[in-house]
């Protein structure tokens, strides 16, 4: 049973730079096929896709975001994180982890596995 635990602080001040790492267990990052997400739910709205890394460690974000958004691993404690940087209170949400299955076109066929997800308000 592949497990997958958020974390991180969970507030930080405008301009500053969001970190979340997830933290993986029953299963490798590195597992051909395999896509570790990050997504996030804003108080009220919808789930908002922030980008993936894949098995073979390459990138893809939200265009919206992309030129905040970093994804990053670190195979040898299989660990995907999380980095958004210049946030402002309208980044505030909840953050999940999640493994996806598949792709279909540019979305996600299948998220197979969930954090619990973690609350990251943005204020000073």
């Known amino acids: 049973q592949v497990q997958l635990q958020e974390s991180g602080p969970g507030l930080v001040k405008p301009s500053q730079t969001l970190s979340l790492t997830c933290t993986v267990s029953?299963?490798?990052?590195?597992?051909?096929?395999?896509?570790w997400s990050w997504i996030r739910q804003p108080p009220g709205k919808g789930l908002e896709w922030m980008g993936v890394i894949t098995w073979s460690g390459k990138t893809y974000y939200s265009p919206s975001r992309q030129s905040r958004t970093s994804i990053s691993r670190d195979t040898s404690e299989n660990q995907f994180t999380l980095q958004l940087s210049s946030v402002t209170p309208e980044d505030t949400a909840v953050y999940y982890c999640?493994?996806?299955?598949?792709?279909?076109?540019?979305?996600?066929?299948?998220?197979?596995?969930w954090g619990k997800g973690t609350l990251v308000t943005v204020s000073s």
């Open positions: 029953g299963g490798s990052i590195t597992t051909n096929n395999y896509y």
């Open positions: 999640a493994r996806c299955a598949y792709y279909s076109g540019a979305y996600c066929g299948l998220y197979e596995y």
